[in-house]
Structure formats: structure tokens, C-alpha cells
């Protein structure tokens, strides 16, 4: 970033693809001026052959909006975050002069999740968007072995997670306390309660993953470091999707660690037994 002298910073990832003249029409667009560009996402199978087309502007409808306040709720409420790429470094291209004044970079204190830090500090500072209906950017999609193997499914220690978790968490809540937008509040919200179960509970309960970690080693995590977190969050409890996931929580809210440490267990592994009879 600090050797950029361009006007505008894109990203892609080392085994991605942008579409044929997707640079040429990129450049026509953020001519007109905009401090943020956005785009889809798609994906392509590695093991599969594809042809992709090419980016032509005849093809593009462009949103537009000016002030910082308006596309913050923008991409918050009418693009859907949790569906979408609201996260991601590689769907976006950024005003140099933005990140360079404000001396944005990626976090080096965490190893997941930093796109989103990024993406919230430079939110900031961004006064006017520009989002195309059109993809110019395509994911590599790996065959699950190789999926299984990388940083995103890796599995980290509780501490590690929940590190990384807060870091994202409070990127959140400083955009939303600086762009006075309330319903990144409450995407922060969701976001933590969500991944502390789901990320921390589930995948080290999980009997696939291997854990080292005991059952009553997350119990004691629970209670500790996970229950103060879900006592400050606790409205945001009855808009987590999934029963369980309601359950889990509202049993760590009520001081009940071990329980929902063990309605966590039977849960995700329950759905490994029947995962694993249903291949055979």
C-alpha cells in the first residue's frame, strides 16, 4: 500500500481472476469520481473448466451515493452484508489519497477478519459509493480437501478466536459510533454472538475437528471469557438464526456454561453421526 502511486488500490487474492477488460472499465467508472467501488462476487470450481466473459460498460447499472452516513446504512441494510462480500478487500476499489491521508492498513495483530477491520476504518472516511450489478471478480472455489486445509477453516485455539472476534467486533462499533448508523450496532451484535458459538463452541465440540481442547476446558472458556460478552449483547439474542444457537446463548446468559457447553456437543455432533451414516 505504501508504494502505491496510483489513484485508486484494488485487491486480489493469489488464486483469483478478474474478467477479461475488467481494469479498462473499472477505470472508466471511478473516473467520474467515487471513493468506493463495488461489485458481486463469483465463483468458479477449480476442478471445472469456465469461460468468462468479458466486462463491457453496456452491461453496467451503477448506483451511486453521496454522503458517508447514507452508504454506510447502504451497504448495511439494502446490501444485504450477511449475504455478500460487505467484508472482503477484493470486491472494492479504494481512493488511494483516502487511505494514504488517513494512513489505513490491514491490522497486524490479528489473522482473521482483517479485511473487515480494513473495510470499516476506511468506511470512515468514504463521502461517496459507486456499486455496479456487475462481477469483474472471480473466486477460486477448491475442492473441500484443500478448503479443509486453509486459514479460514483452520482450527484456532479459543483465545486465538475470540481475539480475532473482538478486534472485528469493535471495527463495527467504532464505524457505527463514527458514522452515527445504527444497524452496524446491531450487525456487530450479531456478528460476535454468532461467532462465538459458532466458531468457537461448535467447531472445537466437533468430534471431526480433533480438538485438544476438552469439553470442560470450553465449559470454563464459556463461562469466563464468552458469558460477559454475551451479557453486554444480550438484546441481540432473539435475532440469532437457528434455535440452538438461541438456546446456547440464552443458557451462557443465565450462568449456565456447562450446560450450553453440552447442548453445543450433542448439536454439532449429532449432525456429524447423521452426516456421516447418510455418506455410507
Known sequence: ITKATGDYIMFVDSDDTLCPDAIKVIASIVAAGTDLLMYPVNGVFAEKRHEISAATEDKLEITRLEGNRELVEWIYTKYIPQFNHYFSVV?????????????????????????????????????????INYSFYYVMIWPSDLRASGLGTKLRSPEDFL?????????????????????????????????????????????????????????????????????????????????????????????????ATMLAYSYVNAKYIAGKLKRR
Do not use: W
Not at 96 to 116: P, Y
Not at 188 to 209: C, E, F, G, P, Q
Not at 210 to 239: C, H, L, M, N, Y
Open 163 to 259: 481475539h480475532n472476534q473482538l478486534q472485528n467486533y469493535n471495527a463495527l462499533i467504532a464505524l457505527s459510533d463514527n458514522s452515527g448508523v445504527d444497524c452496524v450496532r446491531e450487525f456487530a451484535s450479531n456478528y460476535i454472538l454468532d461467532r462465538m458459538v459458532t466458531r468457537i463452541l461448535y467447531r472445537h465440540l466437533n468430534k471431526a475437528n480433533k480438538s485438544v481442547v476438552s469439553v470442560s476446558e470450553i465449559a470454563a472458556f464459556t463461562a469466563k471469557q464468552i458469558k460477559p460478552i454475551v451479557d453486554k449483547e444480550r438484546d441481540g439474542i432473539r435475532r440469532q438464526n437457528g434455535k440452538v444457537l438461541r438456546y446456547v446463548l440464552r443458557l451462557i446468559a443465565a450462568g449456565y456454561a456447562g450446560l
Open 91 to 131: 470486491n472494492k476499489v479504494f481512493r488511494a489519497k483516502t487511505i494514504h491521508e488517513n494512513n489505513i492498513r490491514f491490522s497486524t495483530t490479528v489473522s482473521l477478519g482483517e479485511d473487515q477491520i480494513f473495510v470499516c476504518e476506511y468506511l470512515t472516511y468514504a463521502r461517496s459509493l459507486a456499486f
